[in-house]
């Protein structure tokens, strides 16, 4: 690079009180449950980069991949992303990463493909429902879509927990509770279909552990019922809130104001059904597990633990779902044990008052940024789109909300998985997200969030000390991109912990910590086979992205290396 660099290597290194009222934060005729194509940029040598083909354009402004050639001389690039660079420029790559749950509406790999172009980062499959050929199928789909078209989509694996839960309805998908009916919760063990309004309950201490008096929630509020009667295992319950009740719906008990938990707050967080899902997961080769209501971080650990003996080096991030009062007792250490949180609103809510949730979420989202963990915000962002083709004005101003306090993604969960408009619900997240980061930006509302040194060991805290400086000069100059060569993502995820103004492209040789680099904000992953030559691997980055129009000579990049722990600026040649 015979360019104006400037290099420094550094050495190596309670719910609503009166029982039968509606609850007041949701109406009562609300009856559904709460719930890029990478381009593979190939020639046969570096010396080749001048002559190098450019993508087929089709009609909808997609561009076709090109073939591998030589692996040493490709760069894998996220075609949405590459589409969102083209369309917003250089600046306006959108930062918060998008989360989508895969169910009957887009287990297709067409619909899997017009998500994956849409801006799906992660693609999330929900253990609590389907069996595990059918999450097998969907997996399978993504990492083909992946291999094939260049995609750098995660998958996530989403456990399904400890959770009390209703059975089937015999195979309809929902079913409605009217004012007034008394539906008979049971724990009779049935493997037949129960005639109507005999709900199956999946916990064994279910009919002892209720009381007369005691309120029944489901899904956190959808619908609800009084219990008005015990006969051994049978539970009578009258509808106090009519609403549509959903197959294998979420059920809490509620006693005088807050949520009970009786001998199922002494169930394991993760079941045998769980360890037998994550054994799958692992041999499906997931990217994250995220654990439904965790409650402390021994069981992260554990799970860590597991996994590193399980999966033979391959690494899963562990996600903590925050969802449960215990959670909030142990938050800090929890995220501390984690690799990444979801506030699982959906569940929270049904434990907390829906008024505390917003606060909470705010302060995890804090929490995770100074522990420098990605936090995905979940559940009820667009619920009206579930049904509707355009959200609605509060949906927006939550979505923008989180969006401004700078989540690293935004997760879709019935309004993807089986929705009307699956695809119409990611392009409004992707849109929200676009104005509000560009909003951010226009008003230079560098927040005032002092960050507090995470790193333990010396030589992390060198690579740290780098990434805030790169921040801090990337604002200060106007840089047009900051660019990290990173071997285990770290470096990258130091560096969007700083939230800087501009994009962070960030380079790994592998496909797997690319995936998951996928997850955090404002990170541009791409594959590329480095050298130790820092000089070499940014010239054949130039190159190859310049024949891409990704970056053009003049633009102004500081360039970080992990392996090298160096800082330099410099112009693109
Ligand atoms: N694999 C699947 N098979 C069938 N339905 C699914 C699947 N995944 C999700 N769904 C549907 O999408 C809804 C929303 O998904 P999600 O939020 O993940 O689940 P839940 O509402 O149970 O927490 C579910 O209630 C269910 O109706
Ligand atoms: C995301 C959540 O978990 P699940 O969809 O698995 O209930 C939630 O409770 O908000
Ligand atoms: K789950
Ligand atoms: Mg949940």
């Excluded at 998908?173 to 309950?201: C, M, N, Q, Y």
């Excluded at 993604?409 to 104005?435: C, D, F, I, Q, T």
């Excluded at 509302?445 to 780098?466: C, G, P, Q, T, W």
């Excluded at 360039?559 to 112009?571: G, K, R, Y």
Aim: aromatic share 6%; glycine share 6%.
């Amino acid at each position: 690079m015979a360019t104006a660099a400037r290099t420094l290597h550094l050495p190596a290194p309670p719910k609503p009180s009166s029982p039968s009222s509606h609850h007041p934060l949701i109406p009562s005729h609300i009856r559904l449950r709460r719930r890029s194509r990478v381009h593979r940029i190939a020639a046969s040598s570096s010396s080749d980069l001048t002559s190098f083909p450019e993508p087929t354009p089709i009609p909808n402004g997609v561009y076709v991949p090109l073939a591998a050639a030589h692996p040493a001389a490709t760069i894998d690039v996220d075609a949405a992303t590459e589409a969102e660079l083209r369309e917003n420029g250089f600046r306006s790559t959108r930062r918060t990463k998008l989360v989508c749950t895969v169910g009957p509406a887009t287990c297709g790999a067409d619909e899997l493909e017009a998500l994956a172009v849409g801006g799906m980062n992660v693609a999330r499959v929900n253990m609590c429902h389907g069996d595990r050929e059918w999450h097998r199928g969907v997996i399978r789909a993504v990492r083909k879509l992946n291999d094939e078209k260049g995609f750098a989509v995660a998958v996530m694996m989403d456990t399904e927990g400890s959770e009390i839960h209703m059975g089937d309805l015999g195979g309809a998908p929902s079913a409605k509770a009217e004012d007034g009916e008394v539906w008979t919760f049971t724990i009779r063990s049935s493997d037949t279909s129960l005639p109507d309004r005999i709900i199956h309950v999946n916990y064994d201490g279910f009919a002892e552990d209720v009381k007369v008096g005691d309120e029944l929630f489901v899904d956190g509020g959808m619908a609800r019922f009084e219990v008005i009667e015990k006969l051994g295992p049978d539970v009578k319950c009258r509808c106090t809130d009519p609403g549509l009740v959903l197959a294998r719906a979420n059920l809490t008990i509620w006693r005088d104001g807050s949520v009970v938990r009786e001998r199922n707050a002494m169930l394991p967080t993760i079941s045998s059904k769980d360890w037998l899902d994550i054994d799958f997961g692992i041999a499906e080769g997931v990217d994250f597990i995220a654990v439904s209501f965790v409650k402390s971080a021994e069981v992260i650990n554990h799970l860590k633990s597991y996994i590193t003996a399980r999966s033979g080096g391959s690494d899963i991030g562990v996600i903590a779902k925050i969802e449960s009062i215990d959670a909030l007792k142990n938050l800090e250490e929890i995220i501390r044990a984690s690799d990444g949180v979801m506030v699982a609103r959906g569940d929270l809510g049904a434990q907390i008052p829906l008024e505390q949730v917003p606060s909470i979420q705010q302060r995890i989202v804090k929490m995770c940024r100074q522990l420098n963990k990605p936090v995905i915000i979940a559940s009820q962002l667009l619920e009206s789109m579930i049904e509707y083709p355009t959200p609605t004005r509060a949906e927006v101003a939550d979505v923008s909300e989180a969006v401004r306090q700078r989540a690293d993604a935004l997760m879709l969960s019935g309004e993807s998985a089986m929705g009307r408009y699956p695809e119409k619900a990611l392009s409004v997240l992707r849109s929200v997200s676009l104005r509000i980061e560009r909003w951010w930006r226009e008003q230079k509302r560098h927040e005032a969030l002092e960050l507090y040194n995470v790193s333990s060991s010396f030589s992390d805290k060198i690579s740290e000390e780098i990434c805030n400086s790169a921040a801090k000069m990337a604002n200060n100059l106007g840089v047009d991109a900051v660019f990290v060569y990173t071997k285990d993502g770290h470096m990258a995820s130091l560096l969007s912990r700083c939230r800087p103004d501009c994009p962070i492209f960030a380079f790994t040789s592998s496909t797997s910590v690319r995936r998951r680099l996928n997850l955090q904000w404002g990170l541009i992953p791409f594959r590329l086979s480095d050298s130790d030559d820092m000089e070499s691997n940014l010239n054949r980055t130039f190159s190859l992205l310049k024949a891409r129009g990704m970056v053009q000579s003049g633009d102004l990049v500081i360039a970080l290396c992990d392996t090298l722990q160096s800082i330099q600026v410099m112009n693109v040649p």
